[in-house]
């Protein structure tokens, strides 16, 4: 069912400066670059900024690693099922792209993405 990490999102509250940050250090410019989300491919995997800090703070513990599935509402279940609790309820950011955030019974934060953009494996 996990297709493998496909995206980390870090919790920025200057969208503008840690666009600007990332692509320097990184050494690419943003392939997405909207006011409520900033996307970088990096080697093939998604960093993604997200100026919305209203649920995960930013700095230590404010990013979310997101992993692939074929389903994301059949993940969420799952997921729930076993004793997560749903953080972020599914919803569309774009191009088919659908993501959902649990917090598995430790209180960590688990991101699940379905991404047809992204090769199966």
């Not at 990490?5 to 600007?20: C, F, G, Q």
């Not at 993940?75 to 972020?88: I, N």
């Amino acid at each position: 069912m996990i297709l493998g990490l496909r995206t980390v999102i870090y919790h920025v509250p200057d969208l503008e400066r840690a666009t600007a940050w990332y692509s320097s250090v990184f050494g690419v410019q943003p392939y997405f670059d909207e006011p409520f989300y900033v996307g970088f491919n990096v080697g093939g995997y998604e960093l993604g900024l997200d100026p919305d800090t209203t649920r995960v703070r930013p700095g230590a513990g404010g990013a979310v690693a997101y992993w692939g599935v074929p389903d994301v509402d059949a993940a969420v279940r799952q997921f729930t099922r076993a004793g997560a609790s749903l953080e972020a309820p599914v919803q569309n950011v774009g191009g088919d792209i659908r993501v959902a955030t649990i917090a598995d019974p430790f209180g960590n934060l688990v991101g699940l993405i379905e991404n047809p953009h992204f090769a199966a494996a």
